[in-house]
Structure formats: C-alpha cells, structure tokens
C-alpha cells in the first residue's frame, strides 16, 4: 500500500491550495481515503475522509472550506483547501483508511 501526497507549498491567508494524493497497492475504488494534518507540536488529525462511493466527512475546523474528492479511473484523492488561515499550517498525509500505513505528506504553510 502506497500513498503518496504532493502540492503543499507557502500562501497567504485567505489564499487556496489543492493537495492530491496519488494511491497504489490495493483495490482503490472500493476504500476509504483520508486526509489528515499534523501541526508542529500537535497531534495528528482528521482532516476529511471519502469513502469509496464518495460520502465525505470533515473535521468542524475545516468545514466550508475544504472539499475532498477522488478519481476511481485515476486512483486519486484531492484536497481542495480554500480560505486558508495560518491555524491551517501542517504537514498533510493521506491514508487508506483500512490500512495502517502512513505515506509521505505534504507542507502547507500559511502566513498572516
């Protein structure tokens, strides 16, 4: 099982990014993906979760303004991240749900 997450960066307040998670080495379609953050000195979190038919779930931080999506064809998870605010700054993973393993993620940093 592989996910691997990319499209982090730096952006202002207020400003957009979009997180894709690229999965490999299991039956993607019919698994639940997740996208969690980590903050430095914080625990990890839930950010939003898509299951395999695309019911979403998302942490009350991050409501209205981050929507997940996936591509069965593609095998891809996509965060998109609007309206941010520095509280959004972490480190962003993505997870087969069913699966212990944990990927490579992905640095947002957003400045005030």
């Known amino acids: 099982v592989q996910l691997q997450a990319s499209g982090g960066g730096l952006v202002q307040a207020g400003g957009s990014l979009r997180l894709s998670c690229a999965a490999s080495g299991f039956i993607f379609r019919i698994n639940s993906v997740a996208w969690y953050r980590q903050a430095p000195g914080k625990s990890r979190e839930l950010v939003a979760s898509?299951?395999?038919?695309?019911?979403?779930t998302y942490a009350d931080s991050v409501k209205g303004r981050f929507t997940i999506s996936r591509d069965n064809a593609k095998n891809t998870v996509d965060l998109q991240m609007i309206s941010l605010k520095p509280d959004d700054t972490a480190t962003y993973y993505c997870k087969a749900v069913r699966y212990a393993s944990w990927g490579q993620g992905t640095k947002v940093t957003v400045s005030s």
């Open positions: 898509i299951t395999g038919g695309g019911i979403t």
